[in-house]
């Protein structure tokens, strides 16, 4: 009954080092999101997928790439990490954009020195 | 575009005591509109959502809510909180036709003995 997993739970990096969360969900969803979850400012929406092979920008997309080349996993890259980009970030899932709700991941807490 | 506000950010109460987080947002038009629960250190798990019928709606937990269209508003309630409900709650709506869920800044409820 995993749901949505997220790897790793936890990663430091130095400025200017890349690195790529992966999130896997088992529950045959078609969209996947990644947030961005910083003090005070709930969570915020980085890019977001309604199916394999498609991806879309969120609110805050700069800084970050996606891919979804394949149904069960949503992969988020960071080419050239900033200090800016120090987060907890959160992956989710669901079957329909409408009035179903998002599963979310544990999610992975980023520094960036 | 549509905005969530929830608006204390910390929320301290007895235990034992009722409880109500508020969250209010911008849009009038048809929406849903989702409870969210993140305990430390982990993800967000659905409390309770509303979708269309009855305006009370009752979560995991013990929690309810009460959606009001014409307040643009939906406040999450408890009738008697527990310790173990210590934990920040985030109000999320999507409008209809949408493919977004917006979350508000997140309420942090703690529970004091």
């Known amino acids: 009954n995993a749901g949505v997993t997220q790897t790793p739970k936890f990663r430091v990096l130095k400025t200017g080092q890349s690195m790529t969360l992966l999130c896997a969900q088992d529950?045959?969803?078609?969209?996947m999101y990644w947030y961005r979850q910083d003090p005070g400012m709930g969570l915020r929406l980085i890019h977001y997928s309604v199916g394999e092979g498609t991806t879309a920008k969120g609110e805050v997309p700069d800084g970050y790439n996606v891919s979804r080349l394949k149904k069960q996993n949503f992969l988020l890259g960071l080419e050239s990490a900033a200090p800016s980009q120090t987060s907890v970030y959160f992956c989710a899932s669901s079957s329909s954009p409408g009035n179903q709700p998002q599963h979310f991941g544990d999610g992975t807490r980023l520094s960036i020195l | 575009a549509q905005s969530v506000t929830q608006l204390d950010s910390q929320v301290p109460v007895f235990e034992e005591a009722p409880v109500e987080l508020r969250c209010n947002y911008s849009s009038s038009v048809s929406v849903y509109l989702f409870w969210y629960v993140q305990y430390p250190n982990q993800g967000l798990q659905l409390l309770l959502k509303y979708l269309s019928g009855s305006t009370l709606v009752k979560g995991i937990n013990g929690f309810e809510a009460e959606f009001n269209k014409s307040q643009t508003s939906f406040h999450l309630r408890k009738p008697s909180v527990h310790i173990s409900d210590t934990a920040e709650y985030f109000c999320?709506?999507?409008?209809?036709?949408?493919?977004?869920?917006?979350f508000g800044q997140g309420t942090r409820l703690t529970i004091n003995p």
């Open positions: 999320a709506v999507r409008d209809q036709g949408a493919q977004k869920l917006v």
């Open positions: 529950m045959n969803h078609e969209y």
